[in-house]
Structure formats: structure tokens, C-alpha cells
């Protein structure tokens, strides 16, 4: 069959664009599965009548036309209940179909469908002359069966319509041009239909059919240049208007043309005098600096009645798939808790930063009080060995002279004897004092014990080693020793060894330090000696040999 009559070629037109949209509204079904599959059939059962009606207009064989004219009622049926299941999608975006409607929706396309398969035998769907021998389809008579389809269909498309509408009024600002879209579209054909039947047939051609072809064109539209699949508000009773957080939407002009009842109440926490109705607002005046910030993370501090709340407002850009700016997407979250924890945290840390601090200074007195003697305050014998035997390696790396100075205070026991032992342990404590005072920076002093004091000096010689030694003797053989607010006379011996002429290891020079001290204490003590290492010939090599 060749169709050469324009209006069925305009049948045939219209049924390809409803192949067309059935087609790429399947490949974006996973946005929407509901939406999409409804659509999908209402824009396959308009195709096939759209088929139908271009067969029955243009076949040249009368028994082909009628079968044709009959087939059309079928698929306008089944595409009347696909488009009642579109309202409900677009009214209520998380509506998924039932298996116990989809099998009430059929129960109408397969009647008509008996119906019409057995209509010659009872002339319910069409009657009158060639109605039974399917002749003179042009001719026939509509029948009870016909006009309870036609109600059918109008109950159902009408319903849809409704749901539609219902789904516009309801829908946020962004997603109403897109019901209304579905609604305008929804409405041409049926506006076409009831002209045609208020003309009492009397059109030679029905356009109803052109009329869906309109519709698939404007849901064109809404698929491709609206993003229908892509921005509906699927779930978003379940979703958004769920969640703990505050949602926003602001256009490219800086309105708010949604928000979820969190931000609404948290709107009306902060702006008692605010309308009942938000959307279409300047969201500036409601959301402060968060709106049109240049960083996508904003910090507020909101007074409410429940007392002082702190938000955190994330600001995301709304892009369709193109790449085109939609609007603003705002959310705030309320982190007063999670702030409040973090200052807790903040302060617990810097008390335990404190607190090892305090371990660690304490720690560090332990050592030092460790390496001191309780008495004098000096570092005690212990850790003089220990760093004198680093000073001296040290001596021996760089090449520089180091003095070792014993002092030991002339007759002790005598002031012990006639002064008591804490006059003792007061002279002990002043002379200990003059020393520290008398030595340089880098100098070692320690108590060697008893009434003995070590100083080491690095970087000297054997003569200034002697004189610090003799300078500290003449101090307190002049002044004496301030014990309990007076003077009592003491003396001092002291013996200077030197490195490396009186050895070069920390036991040589101790030793030769103290020989000095006795050779000191034997010249009649209040005085220093030097020690000299003895390089002449040995006993041995004087005697003769045998």
C-alpha cells in the first residue's frame, strides 16, 4: 500500500514523531522510570492510532480500511490509561504503578478489543450498512460500545489532566513550567477532539490525531530544552523535605523558588515578619552573606529563640546538562553541637599540651636535680666525671689547652669544732657561691666531695688556671667566709693541672690535680701549686747496668 492521500500522509507524519519520542524518552527513562514508561506508551498507542488512521484514510481496499478504522479504538484506549498513569506521575513524583491498577487499566482496551473483533456479528461498536461484510467504513453508525470508549477515554484523559494540573499548582517554582508544558499538551488534543464532536462528525478529516502530534512536539520541548527526566523532582517529599538540613534553591535573579520545610522554619526563626508565601522572595534579605558569597562554604552565627545557633551554609551552583546556570542550591546545617565538641576537644588538648609540658619540665628538674649537690647547689661528682670526660675529649679534637683546679678549704674540722656543722655547711654553701661567681661561662664546677671543689676550664692554660685558683685563695684568706652575718677567717690550698702537659685523660688529670693540692697542703697550706709531669730520667736508667 503506497499512501498518495495527504491526509493520511499526515498520518503517517504524526505516528513517525510519536515513534520518535517514544524512542528517546525510553533511552532517559532511568531519571524517572514512572514518568518516562507512562509517556512511553501513551506516545505509542497515539503512533499506532496515528497508523490506524492513515490505513483507513488512504487504503484503497474497503475491507483493509475498515479493519483499520476499527483497530484505531484499541490503542487510543490503551494510550488513554498510560496517560492517567502520567498524571499520577506528575503529580505525586515518587508514585511507582501497581500491578493491581496496571491489570484495572486493561481491563477497557481488551473489552473494546472483543468488541471490535466480534462486531459484525453484533453491531455494538459500529452498525449500519457494510458494518458486518467490513465494507463502507466511510458510512457506519456508532454504536453503544463506541460511545462508552469515547467516555472511557475522556474520563481518563480528562483525570489525567486533572493530575497534571494538580502537579503544576503543587510543583516548586523550577519544575512548574514543565508541568505546565505536560498540561498545555494534554489539552489540544482533547480540545481538537471535542470540535470535532460538537461538529457532529461532520469534518471530513478528525484532527485529534494532529492534535497529539502538537503534544508530542511541546513534550519535545519539555524533554530537551526544560531537562524534564533530569531536573523532575523525583522523591522529593521523601527526600528533601526529610532531611535535617535546610535546602534552598535561588534563581540566577536571586529568588528563592524552593526551599524544604526546614529552611522555611528556620527562615521564619530568624524573620518573624516574613510571608506566608517565600518563593519568589530576594534571597538576600533572608539568607544574608551566604547568598551571592564567592566561597562555597559559609559560617553564620544565627540568633533563634532556642538560643545562639551556629550554621554552616554550603552554596553549590544548579547547572542542567548543558552546562547552563539554573540557580543556587544553598544548605545549612546546624553544627553548633559539632562546634561545641570541637572547642571541648580544643580545650582538652591544650590542657594535656599543658600538662606534658609540665611532665616534661618536671622530667627535666628530676635530671637536673639528679646531677646537683642538695647542699652547695653545684653539679655533683657523678656528673662532673661524665662531662669532664667530654671536655676533654673535646680538648684533645680541637688542640685547645684545658686547667683543672682542686680547692680544698684548709682545716675544716676546726670550723666544724668551734662553730658548729651547719656553720660548716654555711661555709661550704659561701664558698661555693664565690667559685660559681669567680668562673667563666663555659667553666665546670662541681663538688668533689667533702670539703674539695673541681673546676674545669676549658680553653686555658697552666698560668691563668693558677691564677683563678690563687684568685679565689686571696678572696677568702682576705675576707674570709659571711657565715651567719659575720666574717670567719678561712683558707684554701688549691692544686692546677693542665691539659695535655699533665696528661691527656680525665684520671691523669685528676690525678695530677691532686698532687698539686697535696703539694700545696705540704708548702704550709693558703696557697696553689701547678703541677709539672716529671720528664727527666727515670731511677732506673741511672743506675749502672750489670
Known amino acids: 500500500m503506497v499512501l498518495h492521500d495527504p491526509v493520511g500522509l499526515a498520518y503517517a507524519a504524526a505516528a513517525v514523531v510519536f515513534g520518535w519520542i517514544a524512542r528517546l524518552t525510553w533511552a532517559r527513562r532511568a531519571h524517572n522510570p514512572a514518568l518516562a514508561s507512562s509517556l512511553v506508551v501513551v506516545m505509542l498507542g497515539l503512533g499506532a492510532s496515528c497508523v490506524a488512521n492513515a490505513i483507513a484514510v488512504s487504503s484503497a481496499n474497503e475491507q483493509t480500511a475498515a479493519i483499520a478504522t476499527l483497530a484505531i ?4 484506549g490503551i494510550a488513554a490509561g498510560a496517560f492517567f498513569c502520567l498524571g499520577l506521575s506528575c503529580a505525586q513524583p515518587q508514585w511507582r504503578a501497581h500491578r493491581t491498577l496496571l491489570l484495572w487499566l486493561l481491563i477497557e482496551p481488551v473489552a473494546i478489543t472483543a468488541a471490535v473483533v466480534t462486531n459484525r456479528w453484533h453491531e455494538w461498536v459500529y452498525a449500519g450498512p457494510g458494518a458486518t461484510d467490513l465494507t463502507g467504513s466511510a458510512a457506519w453508525l456508532h454504536g453503544s460500545a463506541y460511545w462508552s470508549h469515547t ?12 493530575l497534571i494540573a494538580w502537579g503544576w499548582w503543587t510543583a516548586p517554582a523550577p519544575f512548574r513550567r514543565q508541568r505546565l508544558a505536560f498540561l498545555l499538551a494534554a489539552l489540544i488534543p482533547i480540545a481538537a477532539n471535542v470540535a470535532y464532536i460538537a461538529s457532529g462528525f461532520d469534518e471530513d478529516v478528525d484532527p485529534t490525531p494532529f492534535g497529539f502530534a502538537v503534544t508530542g512536539a511541546i513534550m519535545a520541548y519539555a524533554i530537551f530544552r526544560q531537562e524534564l527526566f533530569t531536573l523532575s523532582p523525583v522523591a522529593r517529599a521523601l527526600i528533601v523535605d526529610q532531611i535535617g538540613d535546610a535546602v534552598m534553591v535561588v534563581n540566577p ?37 551566604a547568598h551571592g558569597s564567592d566561597q562555597s562554604s559559609t559560617e553564620l552565627v544565627v540568633d533563634l529563640p532556642g538560643g545562639r545557633t551556629e550554621f554552616q551554609v554550603r552554596s553549590s551552583p544548579l547547572l542542567d546538562r548543558r552546562g547552563r546556570l539554573l540557580g543556587e542550591v544553598l544548605v545549612a546545617r546546624d553544627v553548633t553541637e559539632a562546634h561545641a565538641q570541637e572547642r571541648r576537644l580544643i580545650a582538652a588538648n591544650t590542657r594535656l599540651i599543658a600538662q606534658v609540658e609540665t611532665i616534661d619540665r618536671l622530667r627535666a628538674d628530676l635530671v637536673e636535680l639528679s646531677s646537683r649537690d642538695p647542699l652547695t647547689g653545684l ?14 675529649t673535646a680538648a684533645e679534637r680541637t688542640g ?4 683543672v683546679v682542686l680547692l680544698d678549704i684548709d682545716r675544716f674540722k676546726a670550723i666544724n669544732d668551734v662553730h658548729g656543722h651547719l656553720a660548716g655547711d654555711d661555709a661550704l654553701v659561701a664558698l661555693a657561691q664565690r667559685i660559681r661567681a669567680r668562673a667563666p661561662a663555659d667553666a665546670l664546677v662541681a663538688r668533689w666531695g667533702g670539703e674539695e671543689f673541681f673546676v674545669a676550664l676549658p680553653g686555658t692554660d697552666g698560668a691563668c688556671g693558677l691564677a683563678f685558683a690563687d684568685d679565689v685563695r686571696s678572696l677568702c684568706a682576705q675576707d674570709g667566709l659571711p657565715i651567719a652575718g659575720q666574717a670567719i677567717p678561712c683558707t684554701l690550698s688549691g692544686g692546677v693541672a693542665t691539659y695535655p702537659e699533665s696528661g691527656v685523660t680525665p684520671n691523669e688529670l685528676f690525678h695530677g690535680a691532686d698532687l698539686a693540692l697535696f703539694e700545696a697542703k705540704d708548702a704550709g697550706r693558703n696557697t696553689v701549686r701547678l703541677h709539672v709531669r716529671f720528664t727527666g730520667p727515670t731511677l732506673d736508667s741511672l743506675l749502672p747496668q750489670t
Do not use: K, W
Open 151 to 162: 467516555g472511557y477515554c475522556y474520563a481518563m484523559f480528562g483525570a489525567g489532566c486533572v
Open 379 to 392: 653539679h655533683n661528682r657523678r656528673y662532673m666525671v661524665d662531662q669532664f670526660g667530654q671536655m676533654v
Open 253 to 289: 535573579a536571586g529568588r528563592i523558588v524552593d526551599l524544604n520545610i526546614t529552611a522555611c522554619a528556620l527562615v521564619r526563626a530568624v524573620h518573624p515578619q516574613a510571608p506566608d508565601d517565600l518563593i519568589g522572595l530576594s534571597a538576600e534579605g533572608y539568607c544574608g552573606e
Open 400 to 403: 685547645e689547652p684545658l686547667a
Open 73 to 76: 479504538l484499541p490503542t487510543a
